[in-house]
Structures are given as structure tokens and as C-alpha cells.
């Protein structure tokens, strides 16, 4: 079953990236404490941001069209040059853009011009990690999950190796610069893997910018730019409340819980990524749908449920071992974060049906909306419960969620017979 082999190589990824992310946390932690953690978080997500709209937001139609156009080798080339030149064309004015802006985005997004320097370099090197992106799609919807599981596995392990050196010497910049460069590094790494594939040739990046191929990736590049603002600037606001609030030590505490929740979870969202979004795309009728998507519950929601399990009775620990005492007033926020993450991965695996089938209305609707609830919950728990009140406002949140998605999709297969 190609669920069940996309998954162990998944599984491969997922535990390379949390071994070495989790690894790069408890340097960032010893070395900065709860504070860089905030920061550094920030900085992801901002880096999150900005590569979406470096590449133009393309990355998810690109997986889609490439697992559809599989048979037809003339419509791949003009995919693969179209989006070339979309990523080129984006990473430029978008690198522009950070090195003549850097010092507001410092001030902004980390709460000082200390910090300039490395979105300036952010910047320059944002053409490389754009078109690294850009290969990895082509990688995921042509299937290689071999050649996918390599690129991803050299990009943690260099990510890690860039961490350790820059965070012992440089600390909270040190950090900042690792995640800047690691990934455009890893570009080069990727395209030549890409080169030596069997199936590639320059013929499939030089054909002319096919128009009616732009319309269809324009569609994914708007709902992905409206999730990539979305649902990071989200999280920077929740993040600022948190140290109006409660101070810059509560956001990293929220940070911490965070980094664990994405880490293990990584494994469904990497599989959801790898095999879902090619898988559904490439199906037509209803009947076909419906049983992918059973099957992928029976799969994979056991394993959400109990990996949620298994996590929070390992809570103490997981936080002794990923970080240090100072970061123990984790504990309160496993319950409820678990809670959201058990109906997060519920929900993901019909939201990721939006996307196969191009839902753009129907998306960026979904997203703007429970970005905004999320926030507000979040003000309102924070206001009356405290820190604890931020997890429980994500797992109300991704319960509605949930709640929706479930009624979208039962209307759009009833109405389609």
C-alpha cells in the first residue's frame, strides 16, 4: 500500500528532522534561554512567510499539476518552466524587498534592530532557498519519495550542523543565521540529485511562460499566500500578547510547547504532504475520494491518538530532555495543546482535499476566519485563565474546525451524488 510506504519513508524524514530540530532547540535553549526561544520562533515563522511569497506561492499547485500532467511530458515542461520562472521572478523583487526593509522587519518581527543583519543576508540568499523549494515540490509530485526522503533528510542534518557551530559562537544571532542559510545550501545539494534523475533534462525549465498554467498555479498561489499570512502573523500576535501580557519568558514557554507539538506531528503532516495531495489530486470520482479519505483515518488517526497519549504522560520527560528546569511550567500546556492537535489532524485530512481540488473560495475563507478566532480566543483565555488559556484557545479552535470541515465535505459529496 503506497499510504503505508510513503509513510515509513515519511517516518525516515520525520524522525531525522525531530532528532535534529529538537537537538537545535535544547542548544537555542542552554545557550539563550526561554527568550531566544521566543525569538527564534519568530523568526521561523517569518522566514515561513516570506519564502511563500519568494517562490509565489506555488509550491502546493506545483505538487498537484505534476502528479496530474504525470502522462504528458509536453505539459510538464511547461509547468516546470512556468514555475521557474514565476520562483525567479518573485525571489527577486521579494529579496529587494528584505534587504531595503530589513531594519523595520528586525524591529517588527523581533522587537529590535539588533537583528538586521541576518534578514539582509535573508534577502540575498532567498533566490536559492525558493528554488530549492520549488525542486522539492517537483520531487513530491513525481513521487521520488526516495530522492524527497534524501533532500530532506541532508536539510535537517545540515540545519543542525549550521546550529550548533553559529549558536556556541554567535547565540540569538547565530541561530538566526542557521536558518537563514541552511536551506540554501541544500539547493544544491538537491538540484543535483535532480540532475542525475533519469527522467531529467534542461528542455523541462526552458520552455516559454505558459499562461493558462500560470491561471491554474495563481489559484494555489492565493490560497497559499492567504494560509502563509494567515496563519503565522497569527501566531507573531498571539506571541506579542503573550509578552504584553505575561512577559518574553511565557511566549517561550509557549514556543517550547509548540516546537514539540509540530515535532511530533511532523510525521502525519509529512505524509499528509508526500502522499495526500498527489494522491487526491489525481483522483475523479466521488466513490474514489471517499474511500482515500477512510482509509487515511483508519491509518493515521489511531497513530494521532495514540501519539497524544504517549506524549503527555512522557511530558516531564520529553521537557528535561529537550529542555532545561527553567522551562517545566511547560507541563500545563500538554493537555490542551494535545487536545487541539488530536482535532487538527482530524481536520487536515479533509481540508487537504481544498486543495486538491483547487476549493480556493472555500479555503481562503476557512483560513482567514479560524486565523482570526484563533486570535481572539486566545486574548480572551490568556485575559481570564493565562498562559494555559493560549493552548486551550487552539484546541477550541481546531474543534470547530473540525466540526466545519466535517459539514463542507458531507454537503459537496451529497450534492455531487
Given at each position: 500500500?503506497?499510504?503505508?510506504?510513503?509513510?515509513?519513508?515519511?517516518?525516515?524524514?520525520?524522525f531525522?528532522?525531530?532528532?535534529?530540530g529538537?537537538?537545535?532547540?535544547?542548544?537555542?535553549a542552554?545557550?539563550?534561554?526561554?527568550?531566544?526561544?521566543?525569538?527564534?520562533?519568530?523568526f521561523?515563522?517569518?522566514?515561513?512567510?516570506?519564502?511563500?511569497?519568494?517562490?509565489?506561492?506555488?509550491?502546493?499547485?506545483?505538487?498537484?499539476?505534476?502528479?496530474?500532467?504525470?502522462?504528458?511530458?509536453?505539459?510538464?515542461?511547461y509547468?516546470?518552466?512556468?514555475?521557474?520562472?514565476?520562483?525567479?521572478?518573485?525571489?527577486?523583487?521579494?529579496?529587494?524587498?528584505?534587504?531595503?526593509?530589513?531594519?523595520?522587519?528586525s524591529?517588527?518581527?523581533?522587537?529590535?534592530?539588533?537583528?538586521?543583519?541576518?534578514?539582509?543576508?535573508?534577502?540575498?540568499?532567498?533566490?536559492?532557498?525558493?528554488?530549492?523549494?520549488?525542486?522539492?515540490?517537483?520531487?513530491?509530485?513525481?513521487?521520488?519519495?526516495?530522492?524527497?526522503?534524501?533532500?530532506n533528510t541532508?536539510?535537517?542534518?545540515?540545519?543542525?550542523?549550521?546550529?550548533?557551530?553559529l549558536?556556541?559562537?554567535?547565540?540569538?544571532?547565530?541561530?538566526?543565521?542557521?536558518?537563514?542559510?541552511?536551506q540554501?545550501?541544500?539547493f544544491f545539494?538537491?538540484?543535483?540529485l535532480?540532475?542525475?534523475?533519469?527522467?531529467f533534462?534542461?528542455?523541462?525549465?526552458?520552455?516559454?511562460?505558459?499562461?493558462?498554467?500560470?491561471?491554474?498555479l495563481?489559484?494555489?498561489?492565493?490560497?497559499?499566500?492567504v494560509?502563509?499570512v494567515?496563519i503565522?502573523?497569527?501566531?507573531?500576535?498571539?506571541?506579542?500578547m503573550?509578552?504584553?501580557?505575561?512577559?518574553i519568558n511565557?511566549?517561550?514557554?509557549w514556543?517550547?510547547?509548540?516546537?514539540?507539538?509540530?515535532?511530533?506531528?511532523?510525521?502525519?503532516?509529512?505524509?499528509?504532504?508526500?502522499?495526500?495531495?498527489?494522491?487526491?489530486?489525481?483522483?475523479?470520482?466521488?466513490?474514489?475520494l471517499?474511500?482515500?479519505i477512510?482509509?487515511g483515518?483508519?491509518?493515521?488517526?489511531?497513530?494521532?491518538?495514540?501519539?497524544?497519549?504517549?506524549?503527555?504522560?512522557?511530558?516531564?520527560?520529553?521537557?528535561?530532555?529537550?529542555?532545561?528546569?527553567?522551562?517545566?511550567?511547560?507541563?500545563?500546556?500538554?493537555?490542551?495543546?494535545?487536545?487541539?492537535?488530536?482535532f487538527?489532524?482530524?481536520?487536515?485530512i479533509l481540508?487537504?482535499?481544498?486543495?486538491?481540488?483547487?476549493?480556493?473560495?472555500?479555503?481562503?475563507?476557512t483560513?482567514?476566519?479560524?486565523s482570526?478566532?484563533?486570535?481572539?480566543f486566545?486574548?480572551?483565555?490568556?485575559?481570564?485563565?493565562?498562559?494555559?488559556?493560549?493552548?486551550?484557545?487552539?484546541?477550541?479552535n481546531?474543534?470547530?474546525y473540525?466540526?466545519?470541515?466535517?459539514?463542507?465535505?458531507r454537503?459537496?459529496?451529497?450534492?455531487n451524488?
Amino acid at each position: 500500500m503506497k499510504l503505508v510506504r510513503t509513510t515509513v519513508f515519511s517516518a525516515i524524514i520525520t524522525f531525522i528532522r525531530i532528532a535534529s530540530g529538537f537537538v537545535a532547540g535544547k542548544i537555542v535553549a542552554v545557550f539563550t534561554g526561554p527568550a531566544g526561544v521566543a525569538l527564534i520562533g519568530a523568526f521561523t515563522n517569518f522566514i515561513s512567510v516570506v519564502l511563500t511569497f519568494a517562490n509565489g506561492a506555488i509550491n502546493t499547485g506545483v505538487v498537484k499539476y505534476t502528479a496530474e500532467y504525470h502522462e504528458d511530458e509536453d505539459k510538464l515542461k511547461y509547468l516546470f518552466s512556468t514555475a521557474f520562472k514565476i520562483s525567479i521572478y518573485c525571489s527577486a523583487v521579494v529579496g529587494l524587498f528584505l534587504f531595503v526593509f530589513a531594519s523595520k522587519f528586525s524591529a517588527w518581527i523581533l522587537t529590535s534592530q539588533e537583528y538586521t543583519n541576518p534578514i539582509r543576508i535573508l534577502g540575498l540568499t532567498i533566490g536559492l532557498y525558493s528554488l530549492n523549494s520549488l525542486l522539492i515540490s517537483i520531487l513530491n509530485g513525481k513521487g521520488q519519495i526516495k530522492t524527497y526522503t534524501i533532500v530532506n533528510t541532508l536539510g535537517s542534518i545540515t540545519g543542525l550542523l549550521f546550529t550548533v557551530v553559529l549558536v556556541y559562537f554567535y547565540k540569538i544571532q547565530g541561530a538566526l543565521y542557521a536558518l537563514v542559510l541552511a536551506q540554501s545550501i541544500v539547493f544544491f545539494i538537491t538540484a543535483l540529485l535532480i540532475i542525475k534523475s533519469s527522467w531529467f533534462s534542461w528542455g523541462y525549465f526552458n520552455r516559454g511562460f505558459d499562461k493558462n498554467i500560470g491561471v491554474k498555479l495563481s489559484h494555489f498561489s492565493l490560497m497559499m499566500m492567504v494560509s502563509a499570512v494567515m496563519i503565522p502573523v497569527s501566531q507573531i500576535v498571539l506571541r506579542n500578547m503573550l509578552i504584553t501580557k505575561l512577559g518574553i519568558n511565557a511566549a517561550g514557554y509557549w514556543q517550547g510547547m509548540m516546537r514539540i507539538s509540530d515535532g511530533y506531528l511532523m510525521l502525519i503532516t509529512t505524509s499528509l504532504s508526500t502522499y495526500y495531495l498527489p494522491k487526491l489530486s489525481s483522483l475523479k470520482t466521488n466513490t474514489e475520494l471517499r474511500k482515500e479519505i477512510i482509509n487515511g483515518y483508519r491509518i493515521i488517526i489511531p497513530g494521532v491518538f495514540f501519539g497524544c497519549c504517549f506524549i503527555y504522560f512522557l511530558r516531564f520527560f520529553i521537557i528535561n530532555l529537550l529542555y532545561t528546569t527553567e522551562f517545566l511550567r511547560i507541563e500545563s500546556l500538554f493537555l490542551w495543546q494535545l487536545v487541539g492537535d488530536f482535532f487538527k489532524m482530524s481536520a487536515w485530512i479533509l481540508s487537504y482535499l481544498m486543495l486538491a481540488k483547487a476549493m480556493t473560495r472555500t479555503f481562503i475563507i476557512t483560513e482567514i476566519v479560524f486565523s482570526l478566532t484563533y486570535v481572539i480566543f486566545g486574548f480572551f483565555f490568556v485575559k481570564h485563565i493565562g498562559l494555559v488559556g493560549i493552548t486551550m484557545a487552539f484546541a477550541l479552535n481546531y474543534l470547530f474546525y473540525f466540526i466545519l470541515m466535517i459539514i463542507i465535505f458531507r454537503k459537496i459529496f451529497k450534492k455531487n451524488g
